[in-house]
């Protein structure tokens, strides 16, 4: 039973807006709750993707749902809180001079690319769109694209850049997750990922082609310290997908790791306009890597 009410952590209506609450006070609450004791206790690690100001529903590139996403996994964590063991979250994270923003590129026109602008291969070599930066390896760069068979290079809104609001955690979530932390003695890993400024970073592993490896070993191999792995996050279409492929690849050979995989699907959305195509890939995940897709009230822990 919980000591402290889940309206005196998270306030609903200020999802996505200004976080009024301090930090300290939502620590010192924390205080009030008491742990049972358990001789053996499953290792469950959240893993909360990109839960950022940018990604909110008015944010510099906003997920529709994703509001209500904050809630249902904020909920998730505060009833789950005896069973998540700990807490790690990514924060995509950029400066406004990387490739897949508008002002890396013009056309012989002199003007900029608009947001959600494919630029392939060709459109290079054609002088379509031509990179300001880094000529040769731009083009090399969507030429491998094309040849891993990775997501072609999207132009983005400028979104998360470093130091600004938007780069931050949802005010929210974060109250909670720094409450669980602060209930179980155990720090939040927080992965920063996205800093290249020649590539995507969608997924928190490694980014979509880089010219030196990038793999983050480091979190995969602490990924079998667990029983359970749970994840949710922004946007279910890009980044949470992309983790997920990510993670699953690397443990290809581990069904036992993979099966244990609890995807939130009710913490989560996608960009408007990727949904079908992203649910025939998570449909491929669970039945190639038995990952679970569930919502957040029935996941038994």
């Not at 509001?67 to 995509?92: A, C, G, P, Q, W």
């Not at 630029?119 to 083009?139: G, H, M, Q």
């Not at 690397?250 to 996608?270: A, E, H, K, P």
Request: glycine share 4%.
């Amino acid at each position: 039973m919980r000591k402290v009410p889940f309206e005196h952590i998270v306030e609903i209506e200020k999802i996505g807006k200004k976080n009024e609450k301090k930090l300290g006070d939502v620590l010192t609450l924390s205080s009030k709750e008491k742990l049972p004791i358990e001789e053996r206790r499953k290792k469950v690690l959240f893993i909360g993707i990109d839960y950022q100001y940018d990604f909110m529903e008015d944010g510099a590139l906003p997920v529709l749902g994703s509001h209500k996403d904050v809630e249902n996994v904020t909920r998730f964590i505060y009833e789950n809180l005896e069973k998540i063991t700990n807490i790690s979250v990514s924060l995509d994270t950029h400066e406004p001079s990387q490739i897949f923003h508008e002002c890396w590129w013009e056309n012989e026109q002199g003007e900029h690319p608009q947001p959600f602008t494919i630029i392939t291969a060709e459109d290079v070599l054609t002088n379509k769109w031509k990179p300001l930066y880094e000529r040769e390896k731009s083009l090399k760069y969507v030429q491998n694209l094309e040849k891993y068979g990775k997501k072609q290079l999207c132009i983005w809104n400028y979104h998360c850049i470093k130091g600004t609001e938007g780069a931050s955690l949802e005010g929210q979530f974060a109250n909670m997750i720094h409450y669980h932390s602060s209930v179980h003695k155990t720090p939040i890993e927080k992965i920063v990922k996205g800093e290249n400024p020649l590539s995507e970073m969608y997924g928190i592993i490694k980014s979509e082609h880089a010219e030196k490896d990038d793999t983050n070993y480091s979190f995969l191999n602490h990924l079998k310290e667990y029983d359970r792995i749970i994840i949710a996050g922004e946007a279910k279409s890009h980044c949470v997908l992309e983790s997920i492929k990510q993670i699953t690849h690397y443990y290809r050979n581990d069904y036992n790791l993979t099966s244990n995989i609890i995807v939130l699907q009710d913490c989560m959305s996608s960009i408007q306009g990727f949904e079908e195509e992203t649910e025939k890939e998570y449909a491929h995940l669970a039945r190639t890597h038995g990952i679970k897709l569930m919502n957040w009230k029935d996941v038994r822990l």
